[in-house]
């Protein structure tokens, strides 16, 4: 099969359903394809005279092949050749004709906060009077089905992302919540079901219990990245795509999930993220994605090679490792002291972002990472003119791939 004649099968499930029932890959709507395959086979066999260990161990690995992918269509099994020749063509399709990566989107904290009805403070009561048609900054979406009763705030610049987004990647909805709340979300987010188009998966889709990975989507993971406000959630095997997002907090239900109490949230407050990051998060992630796709298409160090083998997972590396590059780095009084300081996890974030790390201060250093203005090394900063930052310094420059100005991270003094 050509990728010209692939080429509106993934864009479009009810043409991939149509397509996989003509090629006679889709049965009834209680059938198994892999069972109809399965039941083919043995009515061959029994009258070839194969014998029935040889069936029943034939029928296990068969079994154990192949997989379900019931978020497209309810009753799509595809074996593991089908797989990998639908992976290879509709990447193939995706970056050729349209020039497109794909992008797996989280929703909670990443796309929006969600709170059940009946989980609001007395603070956030005036949120169930919000309209439709209202375009204040508290502007929520509030769905009370039979089996659900929540509402949903969006994260801000979400229409535009979307938008914006979908012209330079396939888009596709991967939560941990279950398909009734994917399904809800997915409607709201796209409720002309213009962008997604059926690309939503949730928990019961996933391989793995509580983890997710890219083996449920037909697309080579070399052209995946992933938006998640969770590195961890994902299978160790896909961390490498993932662009990790500050989480979206807009509920106290949220803030107290994650124990945030340090100040109010923005609900109560009657304010929203966009002032944090220097606007909205979003438009600052769109913004990254968008270099990421020029240099993907278009960069040098990748040109020669040929669009389907290029990797996107090292465009990332290649940006992250610019953020802090030349900044060598000393920590003090960061970690704990009886845990190896080149194990923790923003040593190896800064790492990570081209930093060097060191426990010695020389010279050389450029930067000192400290949670109080009092240390050793914090006064040896200010001494050799040195840049005196505290550690939220490096967390924010892993957000935004960006060094940060070292003024707005100022040391303080600890009592
Ligand atoms: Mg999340």
């Known amino acids: 099969m050509t990728v010209a004649t692939v080429c509106p099968i993934l864009h479009n499930i009810d043409s991939l359903v149509a397509f996989l029932k003509k090629g006679g890959r889709l049965e009834s709507d209680h059938s198994d394809i892999g069972l109809t395959e399965r039941t083919k086979r043995r009515r061959i066999e ?67 906060n969600s709170t059940f009805l009946d989980n609001m403070s007395p603070d956030e009561e005036y949120l169930k ?11 929520v979406h509030i769905v009370d089905t039979p089996s659900m009763r929540l509402m949903t705030k969006f994260r801000p610049y979400i229409r535009t992302f979307l938008m914006e987004a979908s012209q330079m990647f396939e888009l596709s909805i991967y939560t941990m919540g279950n398909r009734d709340y994917a399904l809800e979300m997915a409607k709201l987010l796209d409720p002309g079901n213009q962008i997604f188009g059926g690309r939503v998966i949730s928990r019961s889709d996933s391989t793995e219990t509580d983890r997710k990975g890219l083996d ?25 795509n993932v662009i990790v997002m500050p989480r979206y907090h807009f509920f106290k239900s949220s803030c107290q999930q994650y124990s945030i109490s340090n100040s109010k949230p923005y609900s109560e407050l009657k304010t929203d993220e966009c002032d944090r990051y220097g606007g909205a998060y979003l438009a600052n992630v769109l913004q990254l994605l968008r270099h990421i796709h020029t240099i993907f298409f278009n960069e040098v160090e990748i040109e020669g090679w040929d669009l389907i083998d290029r990797d996107v997972r ?14 060598k780095i000393v920590f003090s009084h960061v970690f704990h002291s009886n845990v190896k300081a080149d194990t923790q996890p923003l040593w190896k974030m800064a790492e990570q972002l081209g930093a060097t790390c060191s426990t010695q201060v020389d010279p050389s250093v450029t930067h000192v990472v400290a949670a109080d203005a009092r240390t050793q090394k914090s006064c040896w900063a200010v001494k050799a003119g040195k840049f005196l930052v505290n550690p939220q310094w490096i967390h924010t420059a892993n957000f935004m791939w960006q060094k940060q100005p070292e003024e707005n991270f100022p040391c303080h003094y600890q009592h």
Do not use: P
């Open 46 to 112: 029994t009258n070839l005279g194969v014998s029935e260990e040889a069936r029943f161990a034939d029928e296990e690995k068969s079994r154990s092949s192949g997989m379900r992918f019931g978020y497209l269509h309810k009753c799509l099994g595809l074996n593991d050749d089908e797989i990998d020749r639908l992976r290879n063509e509709n990447t193939q399709n995706l970056l050729l004709n349209y020039k497109k990566l794909h992008l797996v989107l989280d929703l909670d904290h990443t796309l929006l």
């Open 129 to 139: 009077t919000q309209t439709q048609y209202d375009h204040s900054l508290q502007h």
């Open 216 to 240: 449920v989507l037909l697309a080579r993971d070399s052209a995946v990245l992933i938006l998640d406000d969770t590195k961890d959630v994902w299978t160790n095997i896909n961390q490498d």
């Open 314 to 327: 090292l465009v990332l590396k290649i940006l992250q490792k610019e953020v802090l590059k030349g900044c």
